[in-house]
């Protein structure tokens, strides 16, 4: 067995130019521990000599930037075994010069940060702080990412880590780079409404059995694909029993996801779902 693991190899590259909005593919760069859980989808393109384009943005927010990548092989390069192209998302964390990473506390009680130099940074609001913060929440939605997945929680696969960004599935319709909508846009019928919130009190659910909550979910980071319910954004993802803050977190999920679905006309009877959801939490 590799010291890197069994699935590292060194990476060959064929000779081949490329444009100033692309780049070599970052996947032989990334160690085991920082790709996706296995067993992988078909349509992850390992290969080295692959090369990433920027479609463009999809989404810009305070914390992170998303944007259309495209993974493929090119087309002199003769084909081998496995998938020559896919279209992802590509999270990208603002740096210590963009992002103050204000995020409550409450989020990051009962996490851990190895080095105490960092912890200290971190604190002290500096640029290595932030740029480490930066890190910090980048690995934690991938974590969090990879967590979900295994635990069958309807997320976007994700690809890989590397330093701030996050390679994942894009949602959406690829060929026209169209994402999915989020549910706070969607025009629902009484029946597509009701199919919609039992798919966000399973995805509690689940998050609940693996001792989890989403802890900033509402209508705005739940999308709609094809009438399947996907969750995003994933950094601040709370554990409820670690974190003293967790089933506080867990009850503002219930009450925000309950009356969003109460003003279109479906009561959700918060207090009950938030029992039945520290239920499965506590087993």
């Known amino acids: 067995m590799s010291f890197f693991g069994d699935d590292f190899v060194v990476p060959t590259f064929a000779v081949y130019d490329i444009d100033d909005d692309q780049r070599r593919s970052t996947w032989p760069a990334t160690m085991p521990s920082e790709r996706g859980p296995k067993p992988r989808p078909d ?16 989404k810009s927010g305070k914390e992170a930037d998303v944007w259309l990548l495209e993974r493929a092989v090119p087309r002199e390069v003769p084909s081998v075994d496995g998938a020559r192209s896919a279209v992802l998302a590509a999270k990208r964390y603002r740096g210590a010069e963009q992002s103050d990473f204000h995020r409550s506390s409450a989020y990051t009680e009962g996490r851990s940060v190895r080095r105490t130099r960092d912890m200290r940074a971190m604190a002290r609001k500096s640029a290595y702080g932030r ?39 894009f949602i959406g319709d690829a060929a026209t780079a169209t994402a999915a909508p989020r549910l706070a846009s969607v025009q629902l019928t009484g029946e597509e409404l009701y199919d919609c919130f039992t798919q966000v009190v399973e995805i509690m659910r689940r998050f609940a059995r693996a001792q989890t909550a989403h ?28 974190n003293p803050n967790g089933f506080d977190l867990l009850e503002r999920d219930v009450r925000n996801v309950c009356s969003w ?22 087993g």
């Open 131 to 169: 740029a480490v913060a930066a890190g910090q929440w980048a690995a934690a939605e991938f974590g969090a990412l990879c967590e979900a997945w295994r635990s069958c929680i309807p997320v976007p696969y994700p690809v890989q880590l590397q330093g701030t960004e996050i390679l994942m599935e």
């Open 43 to 58: 349509w992850i393109v390992t290969s080295a000599d692959a090369v990433d384009t920027e479609l463009g943005i999809v």
């Open 215 to 242: 802890g900033d979910l509402s209508p705005y980071n739940l999308l709609v694909h094809h009438g399947r319910v996907v969750v995003i954004d994933l950094p601040q993802i709370v554990d409820l029993i670690g």
């Open 261 to 282: 679905f109460a003003r279109r006309g479906l009561d959700g009877e918060p207090d009950e779902l938030f029992a039945e959801l520290c239920a499965e939490a506590l």
